[in-house]
């Protein structure tokens, strides 16, 4: 059935921009007989890109049992009537640097919601894993974190290919003709690719459809990648072959696909790393540190460290965000003590001694996230062109005044390199031109910056 599905499905008036890498598919959950029709749509566009892919993210919703949040399937492999395809362990704990991820086998038992996604899977894609998340019931804050944790596996993970399946049927049960319509307002509103506006749509009964967590998480991603939708294909069970048409269910498919991101090279000296584990160590410390000085007024003495990495000494910046809006950002840019201590230490003055702000307060912590940016050694710039923006932060010094901006200021205010040296000057207190003169020593570096991916993150 499956195979037939696949070869039978008529994309040839889809067309992925060029330039454009898929990001997934919304596809249906009912049985073969009733979604597999408009299912075979979304797998067979996959299917033609398949060399792209080796993990799915299966996104699915749970109809059996209570939960709250979402839970990640933990296991080895999931069998089909098809074999086994693997879990990839490694993006699977990924998830549960989310505080509301759950790791509870039991919700995942006879969900087919889930299920039916599984042999498509492993018929278009062939040798992949996959990585099973169901929702309970969620916040929009909470899906939206969801979204946000799935743009960054694409940086935090580059070694892997990912593609996100988001599984959902539309309207349930209403006469054929005003599920057709109702549908067809669904999948306008779906297209948008606007999460928030389709999360309010949705509590307003202005759409319907029983995926609305997975496919909310999902608009989320597309929005945060900077993608777009494209509807494949739209059914639903009167057009299949028992035709009853007195009671139907919706069915749609549809493909999100990005462009590219296009990096520029990093030098030599970016070729610093953490991996995921000394990253959520630091997090951890940043966290723990900056809870216990604001509520008690006391940084720990030490803490336990095991990575030798994590002992290096190198400079850091903590900078923390309250929702989209900076909170503080403080750091350390000699390199003479310890990573860890480091970070320890700048979580503090990030948090109670920027002078720009205020105080980080007890009631604000739950909304506050956390971003390192470990630096690599300064470079002096002989040449102007040889600043990358996107790769180099830069630092100017003239007399008793300095200044400084990390590699991303310049992409979070989409600033070109005139703007991007006019603004660390005036951050120096300097004129903005004066990078042009020999008096100032204008420096260059780069950094390895991992953050939280959402409020009071449990980064254990």
């Not at 493909?255 to 990093?266: G, L, M």
Request: some cysteine; proline content about 5%; hydrophobic content about 40%.
């Amino acid at each position: 059935m499956v195979t037939t599905y696949l070869r039978d499905a008529d994309i040839s008036s889809v067309t992925v921009p060029a330039g454009n890498r898929i990001l997934g598919i919304i596809s249906p959950h009912a049985g073969y007989v009733f979604s597999g029709r408009v299912a075979g749509h979304g797998y067979k566009i996959l299917s033609e890109h398949a060399k792209e892919f080796d993990t799915v993210i299966v996104l699915a919703l749970t109809h059996h049992y209570a939960l709250t949040g979402i839970a990640v399937l933990q296991d080895t492999a999931y069998r089909t009537p098809l074999g086994s395809i693997p879990i990839d362990k490694e993006l699977s704990d990924a998830f549960f640097a989310l505080p509301f991820a759950q790791k509870d086998n039991s919700v995942f038992k006879k969900e087919h919601s889930l299920e039916v996604q599984l042999p498509f899977i492993q018929k278009a894609l062939g040798d992949v894993k996959v990585v099973c998340v169901l929702f309970g019931q969620c916040t929009y804050e909470m899906l939206r974190s969801t979204g946000d944790l799935l743009a960054s596996l694409a940086k935090e993970y580059p070694q892997k290919k990912i593609a996100v399946v988001a599984s959902t049927d539309l309207s349930h049960f209403h006469p054929y003709a005003m599920a057709t319509e109702l549908d067809q307002r669904t999948i306008e509103n779906i297209s948008k690719a606007d999460p928030e506006d389709f999360w309010k749509q949705y509590r307003n009964e202005k759409v319907e459809l029983c995926g609305i967590m997975p496919v909310v998480a999902f608009l989320r991603y597309v929005e945060k990648s900077g993608g777009t939708i494209q509807i494949l294909k739209y059914l639903n069970s009167g057009d299949a072959y028992y035709k009853d048409k007195s009671r139907v269910v919706g069915y749609v498919s549809a493909v999100a696909s990005a462009p590219v991101a296009q990096s520029p090279e990093v030098p030599v000296e970016a070729t610093f790393q953490l991996n995921k584990a000394e990253q959520q160590e630091l997090l951890r410390i940043a966290r723990q540190t900056i809870t216990g000085y604001v509520k008690n007024k006391k940084t720990p003495a030490e803490f336990s460290i095991t990575s030798d990495r994590l002992k290096e000494k190198h400079g850091a910046f903590v900078t923390l965000h309250k929702k989209k809006d900076l909170r503080g950002c403080i750091g350390r840019i000699v390199a003479d003590v310890p990573l860890w201590r480091a970070v320890r230490d700048m979580a503090v003055e990030a948090a109670v001694r920027d002078p720009r702000f205020s105080p980080v307060t007890e009631s604000e912590l739950k909304d506050i996230t956390i971003e390192i940016s470990v630096l690599s050694d300064f470079i002096k710039v002989k040449d102007l062109d040889e600043i990358v923006v996107g790769r180099d932060g830069l630092m100017i010094r003239k007399g008793f005044y300095s200044g400084l901006l990390l590699p991303q200021v310049p992409g979070e205010w989409g600033w070109d390199k005139k703007t991007f040296l006019e603004q660390v000057c005036e951050k120096a207190g300097l004129p903005a031109q004066a990078y042009k003169d020999k008096s100032p020593d204008l420096y260059r570096f780069t950094a390895f910056i991992f953050h939280e991916v959402a409020p009071n993150n449990d980064t254990k």
